[in-house]
């Protein structure tokens, strides 16, 4: 063999060497073709374990059973690792459920996407005493959302291994008192179990993802951590986040009422360390939140899911479809929201779900501003609900059970705080009643073509007299806030939910005692009795306040007084029956407090008293002495009075 020969040998030995090691497999296929080899093999078991059974059952009966075709495990193997890659094995299963359960809520997993399939709140029942669920069934989407391997990878698909064999798992811990439910403080001194369940989606030994849910006792909270082992070698290294689905339809829990669930309905969340907002409550609405958030919540009117992060989520997408004139469902809730993602060999995103009631206390005591899902109104209105009317509210609620006797307290606390400026308001119409003469005399001076002079005129007597003409409207004014905060506190309060009062069954919404065969535009089909019963006693009010006013300034006022109580029927008629209810009370209050005032206020005596005052001389202010003080030193004259 010559020289050039055995050069030409080694050169083709060197290629095919170079040519083995290039075409080599990677780890990542080793461990691909093995996960394969293992899932076939199991599939193949489970074929031969059914065949084997039914050969059995067939030798027992006698009769010979048609055997169906069986797929062929390696075809639908192949399939799925075509679709999800490493992921391919946990694609073939069957659905199964567990529960995991306290003293307040039921929640059911399916190990399909390891997901939470439905939370069953044990306290409540909807409208139509049927357990309440705040979502339920096979709709529900739960789950990430990645690329690996160059796939899109949809958690919900797969099928995750839980780390208990049993079907329920109960929390357990001591005997819960009425108004403690939830509560943290009671929990601490009072503390009970904890439980946790996994599920977990094993793509190799000890490369895993997996979802940690830990439900405590007597707690409204649930605990969920997303743990990472290994998963840096599938999902693509160039993904900062991770996407989370979360998606369902809202099921109806009260009586249709479009002032009530209907309307108070809608996503709510909370920028990071900022201000918390909300969707459209009355219509379909998205919104890309492209800074951080603390939590996102699905609200209904007194119930609420939320998903909360331990520190953040650097963004995400909510979008509402409300449905229209659905008896079963009020909207589609989703949000599509990023887990942060760091491509390290162990991850962990710690998060937490509030599934429970819509009531301020209990959502205020975890600090981050959950309570703001009770709309409790304006920023003008809302400290009176936040710092007067909830704690008396709940102060009462701890003596009285009975609602309809606590609003009634409530309503003659109220109107007691009130009174001075009640009576001030009086005192200064009977003022501007007993110089009516006398105004009435200069509308004669002046005539209707010197309105400048006239109104100058009035003032100048009104000062002599020592009568403030805003006397009247300023004391009113201050009560606006509380009656405005009533407005909002009634429908959004979880407390009357399901509380009956006299003929209303539920204080919460409106009260009916005749259903009627039609649709009046507005007002509704039917009659609320309590509603009727503020319309009568708000025109008795006002037609109390028109005569004790005098008839000076706009003469529309008159109709458009006895306009607003019509109105408010038709408004209201569809409203909260204790909203209703309270202003019935607050109404026969004022009047009685109407008629006591006029017992003792002697009109004569105050005009007689504004007469001795017009001979007076007109007391400066001491603001208007510094100015004459002013004046003097300067060398200006002041006009003598």
């Not at 109806?252 to 969340?269: A, H, L, M, P, V």
């Amino acid at each position: 063999m010559d020289k050039k020969s055995i050069i030409g040998i080694v050169i083709i030995f060197a290629i095919l060497v170079v040519f083995s090691l290039i075409n080599q497999p990677s780890e990542e296929e080793i461990d691909a073709a093995r996960i394969k080899r293992d899932s076939i093999a199991t599939v193949e078991a489970a074929n031969a374990l059914v065949q084997q059974q039914r050969a059995e059952q067939t030798i027992e009966s006698g009769n010979e059973v048609a055997t169906p075709d069986v797929v062929n495990p390696e075809e639908n193997m192949q399939e799925k690792v075509d679709q999800f890659g490493v992921f391919g094995a946990a694609a073939v299963g069957e659905e199964s459920f567990s529960t995991l359960e306290n003293n307040l809520m039921k929640i059911t997993f399916s190990n399909k996407g390891g997901r939470i399939y439905s939370v069953e709140l044990k306290d409540y029942l909807t409208h139509e005493t049927l357990p309440l669920m705040l979502f339920d069934g096979p709709e529900t989407l739960f789950g990430l959302n990645f690329f690996a391997q160059n796939r899109s990878i949809q958690t919900d698909q797969l099928y995750f291994k839980p780390n208990v064999s049993r079907k329920e798992t109960v929390v357990t811990g001591p005997e819960i008192k009425k108004g403690n439910e939830g509560k943290i403080k009671f929990n601490e001194e009072n503390p009970g179990g904890k439980e946790s369940v996994a599920f977990r989606l094993e793509v190799a030994p000890g490369q895993y993802m997996e979802y940690v849910y830990t439900l405590e006792y007597n707690s409204f909270m649930v605990d969920f951590d997303l743990n990472l082992q290994g998963m840096n070698q599938y999902i693509a290294s160039n993904q900062s986040y991770l996407n989370f689905s979360w998606s369902f339809d809202v099921p109806r829990q009260e009586r249709t009422s479009k002032f009530g669930e209907d309307r108070y309905t809608n996503i709510t969340y909370k920028f990071f360390e900022d201000d918390v907002d909300n969707l459209a409550q009355n219509k379909t609405d998205e919104e890309n939140l492209n800074t951080r958030v603390k939590w996102i919540g699905f609200k209904q009117l007194f119930f609420s899911s939320t998903i909360i992060a331990d520190e953040s989520f650097p963004n995400a997408q909510i979008r509402q479809n409300k449905f229209e004139e659905n008896e079963d469902y009020l909207a589609n809730f989703y949000a599509d929201i990023a887990f942060p993602y760091q491509g390290n060999t162990n991850e962990t995103v710690g998060m937490q779900f509030f599934f429970g009631p819509n009531h301020y206390q209990t959502l205020n005591q975890y600090d981050v501003d959950l309570e703001r899902q009770v709309y409790l109104g304006y920023a003008i209105v809302r400290p009176v609900n936040k710092y007067l009317i909830i704690p008396l509210f709940n102060f009462l609620r701890k003596y009285i059970a009975n609602f309809g006797i606590i609003i009634l307290l409530l309503t003659i606390f109220i109107k007691s705080i009130l009174f001075p400026f009640t009576y001030k308001s009086y005192m200064s119409q009977a003022k501007m009643r007993a110089l009516k003469p006398e105004i009435d005399e200069l509308g004669k001076k002046f005539g209707s073509d010197k309105a400048m002079d006239k109104q100058q005129a009035t003032m100048a007597l009104y000062k002599k007299a020592g009568v403030n003409p805003m006397g009247g409207c300023l004391p009113m004014l201050l009560q606006f806030p509380i009656l405005i905060a009533m407005f909002f506190f009634f429908p959004t309060s979880i407390e009357l939910r399901q509380q009956s009062f006299l003929w209303a069954h539920d204080l919460s919404t409106y009260d009916s005692i005749l259903n009627l065969p039609f649709d009046i535009p507005f007002y509704g089909s039917h009659v609320s009795l309590f509603c009727l019963l503020m319309t009568i006693t708000t025109v008795i009010s006002t037609s109390l306040n028109q005569q004790a006013a005098t008839s000076q300034g706009m003469p529309g006022m008159k109709t458009m007084m006895y306009m607003m109580p019509v109105m408010f029927l038709f408004i209201l008629n569809n409203y909260s029956s204790g909203l209703s209810y309270y202003y019935f009370l607050a109404n026969v209050i004022t009047i009685g407090q109407t008629y006591l005032i006029r017992s003792f206020v002697d009109e004569d005596k105050i005009r007689a008293q504004l007469q001795v005052n017009k001979k007076k001389p007109v007391k400066r202010s001491n603001f208007q002495k510094r100015l004459e003080d002013m004046a003097k030193q300067k060398g200006i004259k002041t006009p003598k009075r």
